[in-house]
C-alpha cells in the first residue's frame, strides 16, 4: 500500500492546484530578485545623496545579503520545525515592513539596520518557497517544476531595472524605488495565508488527521483515481524546538552527507557570488565607464532580461540533460563572459554582448542548482539544508560588495578579479562532479532518507563521481 507521500508525488499535474503553489511561491521569488537587484541601483544614487566612498557603497549590498543569510539559517529551521505555511507568510511580511521604514530612513546608518532586518524576513523566501513547492510537485514534473520556479528571478531582476529606471526622474528617487517595491509584496503576504501546509511536511510530523486533509483535496481537485493510503508513524526526534534548533539542522545536514554538504555549499558560494558580484557592481562599473544612469541601468536590465529566455531553455534541458551536467558546463561558461566582458570594456558594444551573454548563462546554472540542492536533502531536513547552503553564499557574497569596491576592483582591475572567481567555480564543479549524485528521476525520499536519531543514512553514491 501507497504511503500519503507516494500518493502525492503520484498525482497528475494541474495548474488550478498545485499551479496556484507555484505562483504564490514564484511571487515571493520575485521579490527577493528584486530586492537584491535594487541594492546595483541602489548603489550608486545612495553614493551621490549621502555623499559616500565605493567601500561606503558597498555596504548598501553587504547589509541587505547579511541579513538574508542570517534569515536563511533561521527561518529554513523554522519551516523544519513548525511548518512551511506559517514560515511562507511570516518572512514576506517582515521584509515588505522594514523596506516601507528603510525608505523612510533620515541617515545611512539607521538605512542600512532597516536594510539588514528586511533582508532577514526576504533570507527566508527562498528556502522555504523551494522546500513548499517542491513537497507539492509529482515527482514525474518535480525537476521542471523547481527550475521554472527560477523563472521569477530574472522577472523580478528585469522588473526593478524597468522600474528604477523609470523612478530616476523623481526627486528622493531611491526611497520612491523601496516603497514601490514593498506595496505589493504586502499584498502578497495576505494571499499567501491561504496557500494549505504541505502534506509530505505534515506526514513527516505525524499530524495524520491534517495530512489525510490536504492529500485528499490534492486528489480530488487533481482528479486522479481515490485509492487507499497510510501515514506512517513518525518517530520523535527529540530536538530542541528553541534557539538551538538552527544548530541542530546545522549538524544534522553534515552527518547526513559531508560529500553533499560541502558540495552544495561551494557550488552555492561560487556560483551565486559570481552572481552577485555582477548584479551588485555592473550599474556602478557601466558609470565608471561614462555611462548615464539611465544607460547604465538599462544595460544592467539587458542582463536579467536574457536571463528570462535563459529559464525557460533550462526548464526544457533540466530532465533531458540532468541536473549535474547542465550546472557542470554553465556555471563555468558565465563567469568566463564577465571575464570576457572586463577585457572588452572600452568597446561598449562588445561589453553590451559579454553582460548579455553572461545573463543567459548563469540563468541557465541558477536554476538547475536549486532544483538540484532541493532534492538532494530528505523531507526533514530540506528547508534547512537549502537554507543552510543559501545563508553561506549570502555571507560571502555579502561581503564581496566592499571588498570589490575597496580592494579587488581598485587594486587587481575587472579581468583579475573575474579570472579568479572562475576559478573558483570551476573548482567547485569539479567537486560537485566527484561528491553528489545525480538526482534525476529520483524519489523525493526514495533514495536518501534522514532517520532521526543518532542514524542518518545518506544518499547512495553510485555514479557519483560522473556528471
Known sequence: MKTGDQIVQDLPWRWGVQGKVFIIGGLGYLFDAYDIALNGFLMPLLGEHFDLTLAQSGLVATANLVGMAVGAVVWGAVADRIGRKKAFSVTLLIFALFSVLGALAPNYPVFLALRFVAGVGLGGCIPVDYALVAEFSPRKYRGRVLTALDVWWPVGVTLCGVVSTALLTLDDNWRWMLTTM??????????????????????????????????????????????????????????????????????????????????????????????????????????????????????????????????????????????????????????????????????????????????????????????????????LLRASGFGWASSVSRVVTGFVPVLFGSVLWPVLGLPLTFGILTLAVLSAVVWMVVAAPETKGRALDGDAEYTAGPQLIPAPTSGQAGL
Do not use: H, N
Open 182 to 379: 514593498s506595496v505589493p509584496a504586502l499584498l502578497l503576504f495576505w494571499v499567501r495565508r491561504g496557500v494549505p501546509e504541505s502534506p509530505v511536511y505534515l506526514s513527516k510530523k505525524g499530524r495524520e488527521a491534517e495530512a489525510r486533509a490536504v492529500i485528499d483535496d490534492l486528489v480530488a481537485r487533481t482528479g486522479a483515481p481515490v485509492e487507499p493510503y497510510v501515514i506512517p508513524a513518525p518517530v520523535d526526534d527529540g530536538k530542541s524546538r528553541g534557539p538551538g534548533a538552527s544548530l541542530e539542522q546545522l549538524r544534522d545536514i553534515w552527518r547526513f552527507s559531508a560529500r553533499i554538504t560541502s558540495a552544495v555549499w561551494l557550488l552555492y558560494a561560487t556560483v551565486m557570488l559570481v552572481y552577485y558580484a555582477a548584479l551588485s557592481w555592473m550599474p556602478s562599473i557601466l558609470k565608471e565607464q561614462g555611462l548615464g544612469d539611465a544607460a547604465a541601468f538599462m544595460s544592467t536590465t539587458l542582463m536579467s532580461g536574457v536571463g528570462i529566455v535563459a529559464v525557460l531553455v533550462s526548464i526544457a534541458l533540466v530532465d533531458v540533460t540532468g541536473r549535474k551536467w547542465l550546472i557542470g558546463a554553465t556555471a563555468p561558461l558565465a563567469a568566463l563572459a564577465l571575464v570576457a566582458c572586463a577585457l572588452v570594456m572600452d568597446m561598449p558594444t562588445g561589453s553590451v554582448v559579454a553582460i548579455g551573454v553572461f545573463g543567459f548563462l548563469i540563468q541557465l546554472a541558477i536554476p538547475a542548482m536549486y532544483a538540484y540542492v532541493s532534492e538532494l536533502y530528505p523531507t
